[in-house]
């Protein structure tokens, strides 16, 4: 998943009458990726789909036990990945007028086979982010 944007899920401020994703007080909701280092990355070729979405971040491990959650945030947000990292590197790119681009991907499925397929990925994961950083850095 190559972000074209994305959003703090746990930045949850409802009780205060902000949307979820939202940091209280400011204009901050969705980070925008920088479109130039989108649509480079996504000339990159990969024996693998490339796919431009939203990109889902928080505080927890999402798993299967959590679906209905997900679920929620899908319909709320309409993310296609969740991770832990993404909207807070997004957070300070944005703040300082830094570029950035967020490239997930998807390692498992979130449910009991997790523990096994993680680390099974794990070299497919390394190999697709290293082919697009390579592209994108032009070597």
């Known amino acids: 998943v190559l972000a074209q944007d994305c959003v703090q899920y746990d930045m949850d401020a409802r ?25 480079h990355a996504l000339s990159t070729e990969t024996e693998h789909k490339l796919h431009v979405g939203r990109i889902l971040t928080g505080d927890r491990f999402v798993t299967h ?3 209905s959650q997900l679920l929620d945030l899908k319909s709320e947000l309409g993310g296609d990945a969740v991770e832990m990292e993404g909207a807070a590197v997004a ?5 300082h007028q830094i570029p950035f681009l967020i490239i997930r991907t998807i390692s498992d499925k979130a449910n009991a086979d997790s523990p096994i397929d993680f680390p099974r990925f794990l070299p497919v994961v390394a190999h697709n982010s290293f082919a697009v950083v390579k592209h994108i850095l032009g070597s």
């Not at 009780?15 to 649509?39: K, V």
């Not at 957070?91 to 703040?95: A, D, L, N, S």
């Open 65 to 67: 036990e959590h679906i």
């Open 91 to 95: 957070q300070v790119c944005t703040i």
């Open 15 to 39: 009780g205060l009458n902000f949307s979820i994703g939202t940091i209280p007080y400011t204009d901050l909701r969705f980070f925008e990726c920088d479109e130039a280092l989108l649509n």
